[in-house]
């Protein structure tokens, strides 16, 4: 959460059941207004955590109960009443100072000084105590919520529960200052497209049938032994010995008064035309004639 969330954060905010924040508010420049982006948002509590507010608001409940039965009976207010007055205050507030009878005379019924809602600058001088003591280098408050989401992500989580649980407008926020954190799951993306485009074989196209003589008698092959659905990679053959490093290998075909005429056929019809494999996969497509190389 932001700093200026914590601050505005109360304790009816909180729901136990369910172990989240909703993030209703926040703190900026003196003023309470709507969380960043206008729109409130839900952040997950850990067991410890939640165990930790739910002790902290039992006691301020127990605390401000026990003021209110020392006040005059008929000062006194509801229970349920001083109730919803904790869980509609600040969550976290300033440390209250409880004043003490002396010579002045105080009533152990005045009401205790402090308990008011956090300055940032208060709020940050009480965040450096916190690191000096820990034995911790210093670190801008801000940077916890840094930490916050490297931590979810170095276990697993994914981008987009990260910017859900940060509040980010847009998850290119997201992938822009967290994105490098998770390098290895880019790889293993691109790794299952090699399952994707693989194809798995076709066993109609990869045995015979019993029992098929392929040419004829004389143990030739002739024009009508050749497959009638010829597959594009049958013509992207290349010359013998040839190895080309690109797509660009080259196929023969013979010119036909109807189009293009592949043969397996001894018998040729005119001189060979040479044409790059582009070529040959276009005219396939648009069935006309687009010329040589």
């Known amino acids: ?48 955590l939640s165990n930790t507010l739910d002790e902290m608001i039992g006691k301020r409940k127990a605390d401000a109960l026990t003021r209110e039965l020392q006040k005059p009976l008929a000062e006194r207010r509801k229970p349920q009443d001083v109730i919803n007055a904790v869980m509609g205050d600040w969550l976290f507030t300033t440390p209250e100072i409880i004043a003490k009878t002396g010579k002045r005379g105080r009533s152990p019924a005045a009401k205790p000084r402090g308990g008011t809602r956090l300055d940032p600058s208060n709020l940050r001088k009480t965040f450096y105590k916190l690191l000096t003591k820990a034995k911790l280098r210093r670190i801008r408050f801000h940077d916890a919520r840094h930490t916050y989401a490297t931590l979810l992500i170095e276990q697993g989580e994914s981008l987009a529960y990260v910017k859900d649980q940060l509040g980010h407008t847009s998850i290119q926020i997201t992938v822009d200052t967290y994105g490098h954190l998770a390098p290895g799951g880019n790889r293993q993306a691109v790794d299952r497209l090699d399952d994707v485009l693989t194809p798995a074989p076709d066993p109609a196209r990869t045995t015979e049938p019993e029992g098929k003589e392929i040419g004829n008698k004389a143990g030739n092959s002739s024009e009508d032994d050749e497959p009638a659905d010829l597959q594009v990679a049958d013509f992207m053959a290349r010359p013998e010995g040839f190895e080309p490093p690109t797509l660009r290998s080259e196929v023969r075909y013979f010119p036909h008064q109807g189009g293009l005429s592949y043969k397996t056929s001894p018998k040729i019809l005119g001189p060979p035309v040479f044409i790059s494999s582009e070529s040959l996969l276009l005219q396939l497509v648009l069935g006309t004639d687009v010329g040589t190389d």
Request: aromatic share 8%.
């Open 1 to 48: 959460m932001r700093e200026g969330e914590l601050i505005a954060l109360k304790p009816k905010d909180i729901d136990f059941n369910g172990r989240f924040i909703e993030v209703r508010r926040t703190f900026y420049r003196g003023r309470i207004m709507p969380p960043k982006g206008n729109k409130p948002r839900n952040v997950d509590m850990s067991i410890q």
